[in-house]
Nanobody, 121 residues
Framework: QVQLVESGGGLVQPGGSLRLSCAVS????????IGWFRRAPGKEREGVSC????????YYADSVKGRFTISRDNAKNTVYLQMNSLKPEDTADYYC??????????????WGQGTKVTVSS
């Protein structure tokens, strides 16, 4: 059974950094992708970044490009989202999701429980 567990959220001042982790378990092959999403209060869910575990391709939303970095540690079965130069508008619940395909296309197949990020002084 596939499970995704996020961690690393918290309160940070504007300009600060956080690293989110998504621990992945239950996959029997490398043919999948992991995406990070966020939902801010009163707003729709937004795709933030995606990494293909099968081919290493990476995607970033324009809103985070140059500030966020997605990476993977295959030995730890963990995908990270390094978030730098955080802004108040980055405040949201962040979720990781798994796709049973090469990239984050259409609907995700599995979701984590989410971790809250608050950017405030």
């Amino acid at each position: 059974q596939v499970q995704l567990v996020e961690s690393g959220g918290g309160l940070v001042q504007p300009g600060g950094s956080l690293r989110l982790s998504c621990a992945v378990s239950g996959f029997t092959s490398d043919y999948y992708a992991i995406g990070w999403f966020r939902r801010a209060p009163g707003k729709e869910r937004e795709g933030v970044s995606c990494i293909s575990i099968s081919n290493g391709k990476i995607y970033y939303a324009d809103s985070v490009k140059g500030r966020f970095t997605i990476s993977r540690d295959n030995a730890k079965n963990t995908v990270y989202l390094q978030m730098n130069s955080l802004k108040p508008e980055d405040t949201a619940d962040y979720y990781c999701a798994a796709y049973l395909q090469a990239m984050c296309v259409m609907n995700a197949d599995y979701w984590g429980q989410g971790t809250k990020v608050t950017v405030s002084s």
